[in-house]
């Protein structure tokens, strides 16, 4: 393994995710929603015999939270955590709910997937608690 990917968390399988996101977004385009693109994934997913949980919902933080608020699209291999989005732009409050799923599941990496962008570029967020 070369420098570079020594230092990055799930190479194989984080470039595998985005190389299965590339290949969506140029079957589907950018107009689609959100749904559409986690469907196609997990069509892809199951081809590929990679294992994951879609929409699992973020355990309560709170006595009286309503269940299902808080829901990231996909935990694949009990690793990475993917969101998809479907808008204009990736704000900073999408980079907090991943953070909030990362923090709450106890995972270290998770996938930003914008694919209204004219050119997919996801977005790795680390969870420094875990680092």
């Known amino acids: 393994m070369n420098k570079v990917h020594k230092n990055i968390l799930y190479p194989e399988l984080s470039y595998k995710i985005c190389g299965l996101c590339f290949k969506i ?22 081809t590929e015999k990679i294992e994951y949980e879609r929409e ?5 933080s709170f006595e009286g939270e309503n269940e299902r608020r ?14 998809f989005k479907a808008k204009r732009i990736i704000s900073k409050d999408d980079y907090y709910q991943m953070r909030r799923y990362l923090t709450a599941f106890n995972k270290e990496l998770g996938l930003i997937v ?12 680390l969870n420094k608690e875990n680092n």
Not at 70 to 83: A, E, M, V
């Open 56 to 60: 699992i919902p973020l355990p309560a």
């Open 25 to 46: 977004h140029n079957e589907l385009g950018r107009f689609c929603n959100e749904l559409q693109y986690a469907d196609a994934l997990e069509n892809l997913f199951n």
């Open 70 to 83: 808080n829901i990231p699209d996909f935990t694949i291999q009990k690793t990475i955590i993917l969101d």
């Open 114 to 125: 914008n694919f209204r962008e004219y050119y997919l570029s996801p977005k790795r967020v």
